[in-house]
């Protein structure tokens, strides 16, 4: 009996330090919060890095085709970032871009600006004649204006002519006479923009963007000749 008994005796078992730690402080949300942050954050960081190449060329095909439409010939792009002096810079991320021919001789400058429009901003281009000092053409980069009407700033045919050919003569940096939307006259002076019905606030939005260039445009214009001269080769943006 007495040997059943000591049998019988229940037997204890002792956790260990570490058992009775991970059952008295279970993870905390926080800490699990933070780790699903930082897989988050690292799954992010694979997918930017697998795709900014290819984001980069997309924007850079985007703005050779809108420099296309605001004028031809250029075979060469080459970038240009304004500080004290011109410096190159890729042409996506440059304050002007200038195009060349096949021979290396300048043609143009194209200029892009951004600006709020009615939905939300507008990223637009301009081509530039530093020389006749007016603009050559305009086309939109990217727009979430009101399809049918805000839109119709990259397509309506008065809007793009008066934008072909637009007087912006400089003097002390600013422009000679600032740019206007057209009133109802029958002639449509130099400095003035055809408008937009159902569009106005879109359309005073590339106004105002035009007026707010001048900087830019005096800055391409006192390097007009170290762009004129500069030797580029043949071959795709720089």
């Given at each position: 009996a007495a040997h059943r008994s000591l049998d019988s005796t229940p037997r204890v078992r002792h956790r260990s330090s570490c058992e009775a730690m991970v059952v008295n402080h279970p993870p905390s949300v926080l800490t699990i919060l933070t780790g699903v942050a930082l897989l988050c954050g690292f799954a992010i960081a694979l997918v930017y890095e697998a795709t900014a190449e290819r984001i980069a060329s997309n924007r850079v095909e985007l703005l050779e085709e809108a420099v296309a439409r605001v004028w031809s010939g250029a075979i060469r792009l080459q970038g240009y970032e304004l500080a004290d002096e011109l410096a190159p810079a890729s042409v996506d991320q440059a304050s002007f871009v200038v195009g060349y021919d096949s021979a290396g001789r300048f043609i143009g400058v194209a200029v892009?600006?951004?600006?709020?429009?009615?939905?939300?901003?507008?990223?637009?281009?301009?081509?530039?004649?530093?020389?006749?000092?007016?603009?050559?053409?305009f086309a939109v980069l990217q727009s979430r204006e009101?399809?049918?009407?805000?839109?119709?700033?990259?397509?309506?045919?008065?809007?793009?002519?008066?934008?072909?050919s637009l007087d912006v003569t400089l003097e002390d940096a600013k422009l000679?006479?600032?740019?206007?939307?057209?009133?109802?006259?029958?002639e449509r002076r130099p400095h003035e923009v055809d408008g937009i019905t159902g569009a106005t606030v879109s359309s005073n939005a590339v106004v105002q963007a035009i007026n707010a260039m001048a900087p830019r445009l005096t800055m391409v214009r006192n390097g007009l000749e170290v762009l004129q001269e500069s030797s580029v080769e043949v071959g795709g943006a720089g």
């Open positions: 892009p600006a951004a600006i709020m429009g009615y939905q939300d901003t507008i990223s637009m281009l301009f081509g530039y004649d530093p020389e006749q000092q007016r603009l050559t053409g009101t399809p049918g009407l805000g839109s119709k700033i990259g397509t309506d045919p008065a809007f793009l002519a008066s934008l072909s000679e006479t600032r740019v206007v939307l057209a009133g109802r006259s029958a």
